[in-house]
């Protein structure tokens, strides 16, 4: 009898984080997983758009962005591929 008492409120527990979960993303477009770069550096992502245009390679994008003082949370340089997700 407990088990399924136990059962119904997981049930019940899931459905209202469905519910909540498909309100936000309504609301706000996003929910869940990590904020993409262009919703965290913004102005990183604008300018290393513009560098790629100009014929850099990921590398020196990184090492720009590095002297425009836009590093990564660490506090060093983009690697490549983080540049690669920004401009992909």
């Not at 008492?5 to 997983?33: H, P, S, Y």
């Not at 994008?61 to 690669?84: T, W």
Request: proline share 2%; net charge positive.
């Amino acid at each position: 009898m407990l088990g399924a008492v136990a059962q119904f409120d997981k049930a019940m527990t899931v459905a209202k984080l469905r519910l909540a979960r498909d309100r936000i993303r309504k609301r706000d477009g996003k929910c869940e997983g990590r904020k993409s770069h262009a919703e965290e550096r913004p102005e990183a992502v604008a300018l290393a758009n513009r560098l790629h245009k100009q014929g850099m390679g990921y590398r020196a994008i990184g090492a720009e962005l590095a002297k425009a003082g836009h590093v990564n949370e660490r506090g060093k340089p983009f690697h490549h591929k983080s540049v690669r997700a920004m401009l992909g």
